[in-house]
């Protein structure tokens, strides 16, 4: 019943979108359909947030259980354990299970999350297996239980997503729409766990949309809004700011902004060193003679020595970043956080067990600001923690933006937006200066993808039809006798010599046109070739008669067809759509009015026009003295008199 509603439901908003957007031309694709999205999105959402708090729980229970033996499932840190050397087998153990469970269970339950989620939305059509919304929490609750230093945003935006794909695979959609619906999910994930919802809706269309569009924008923020207000009542979870802190006076002054600069510099020089780090270990662990089932058991070997030499390196760690940007650090804690933490993180997640990056990154740099605070002005407590941590975060994960966002909403402390603001975007030039890739999509090109994470209007959406068609095009009447026919074709050489061709001689289609000079249709040269032919084997190959073509025969009487009024991109979809690279040009309002030909050849004049307006360099203003000459003027030099006379100096005319 209830698919009978959705699909009669689903029809009745096709049909009017569709009626709606017949013959016209809007800054928007959108249609009525996305009104059904966004209500699945919003339930998405609130399912998200019950999913967060479920996988915050099973991460309490497990810390619980293994490092003090309790049945209790509040988050717990691992630092105040009194296991002492045997505490080194926890982690271990840990990663056993998470290595049996990826060998046996799906192997897609490794990494830290989202770049997962982007190779399902990228290469699988948006679709993720159901088991993996099962094992992939199950898993990152082992591993971060068990005292691995990562953050549960990554497990839980890959669990969203994956519950947001299986509902979106449970209707008839596209895949475009699944995508939507994954994001969907994994926006709410972010939003429940950080109390987020505007920086979760623009990681989501900044990182994984990969398009700015509202038939998906506004179903992602949605499911970020449904999420929010539900964690506001789930327990544990509440409303309030995840890492709040007192309001300060807003930072202008120079002195601060200007040290804003250097923080950026050593943030993105951070941000370098943790990516290469993570990736550097990747491939020693590539080099092992093992199975990548038992890396793992390396990363935790490396998490339990680590814990032993600064035990709050162990587990999420979020009271760690509250301390640091509340300003409550000590050198111990700096440097624990710095190096320990940064290597059990690098070489546990690079060994293929499961958690997320965010956290461990909010730390690394906090840690790294803390250590700046002792030689930069000071501002106020926790200042510089707060602003290194964005940068770092924002240039390792490529989305400066968002993070200043994120960094506001984790603290509502609006106050410090424009110094978050000058040291995230000076870090992330660093980073995109020095590296390809992000920490996020190197693991995707490493596996065979190209990711490009720039956005800019497409040039064919700007260059209109008008503008590329040719008007010097060849067209047939429906009476032309074989004279005409044979003259036509014999004027027109083979393909491999079109290149140097007069433009009238590319042509490969030919509109068909009436006595009123009408479009009757389209003809394609290899079917003139073909109506000779039949026409040779009936009269003789020698025939010379003038006898009229029947061209109705091979005439296509219902062309697709462009119009001069819309951009190059609709026209170039239209071509993939129907398998064709020519179109004859009409008006929208008489479709019988040829105007000229398009083709896919015509359409490349939009990028070559981009690739010169960003190659071709030129000056256009001119400046000029302060005293020259007016344009009417004219200066001119004479040659000195050969003789002046006693009162006569040589000097110059102005004509």
Known sequence: MISGVWRKTANFLDNLGNHEAVGK??????????????????????????IALALLRLIGLITNLTFYGRW?????????????????????????????????????????????????????GSRV?????????????????????????????????????????????TAAERKTLLVAGAAGGMAAIFNTPIAATLLAVELMLFEWKPRSLIPVALASVAAT??????????????????????????????????????????AVLLTL????????????????????????????????IY???????????????LGNFTLQMIFGLLIVKAIMWAVSLSSGTSGGVLAPLLLIGGALGALESL?????????????????????????????????IELTHNVTTFLPLLLASIVAYGLVVLVMRRSILTEKISRRGYHLSREYAADPLEILFVREAMRTNVIALTSTMNRGDLLKLLSSTKSSQEEISMPQHQHQRLYPVLDADKLLLGVVTRKDLEKLFS???ERNGAGSHDEQVYELASVIHSQPVVAYTDEPLRATVYRMAEFGLTRFPVVERERPDHLLGMISLQDSLKARVRNLDEERHRERVLKLRLLFASRPSERVVELEPDPDPGPEREPESKRV
């Open 25 to 50: 031309l809007g800054d928007f694709t959108m249609t009525p359909r996305t009104i059904l999205i966004s209500l699945i999105a919003l339930v998405l959402g609130a399912v998200s947030a019950l």
């Open 72 to 124: 209790d499932f509040s988050l717990t840190s691992p630092a105040g354990n009194t296991l002492g050397w045997f505490m080194i087998f926890i982690p271990i153990g840990g990663s056993l299970l998470v290595g049996l469970i990826a060998r046996y269970g799906s192997e897609r339950i490794r990494g830290h999350g989202i770049p997962e989620a982007l190779e399902s939305i990228l290469m699988n």
């Open 129 to 173: 297996e159901p088991k993996v919304a099962v094992l992939k929490p199950v898993a990152s609750a082992i591993a971060i239980g068990t005292g691995g230093p990562f953050g549960a945003e990554g497990p839980i935006i890959m669990t969203g997503g994956a519950f947001g794909s299986m509902i979106a695979q449970l209707f008839h959609l």
């Open 229 to 270: 207000v539900a964690r506001s009542y789930l327990p544990g979870l509440g409303p309030d700011a995840l890492f709040a802190t007192p309001l300060h006076a807003p930072v202008w002054t120079l002195g601060p902004l200007l040290a804003c600069v250097l923080v950026g510099i050593l943030a993105g020089i951070l």
């Open 277 to 308: 780090a993570v990736y550097a270990s990747e491939d020693m662990f590539h080099k092992l003679p093992i199975h990548w089932m038992w890396w793992p058991i390396i990363g935790g070997v490396v998490i339990g020595i680590g814990g032993l």
């Open 311 to 325: 035990p709050p390196a162990l587990g999420v760690g979020y009271d760690l970043i509250h301390q640091l940007v």
């Open 375 to 407: 030689f930069l002005p000071a501002v106020f407590p926790g200042f510089w923690p707060l602003i290194s941590m964005a940068a770092v975060l924002g240039a390792t994960i490529g989305c400066p933006l968002t993070i200043v966002v994120f960094a």
């Open 534 to 536: 039949e026409h040779a």
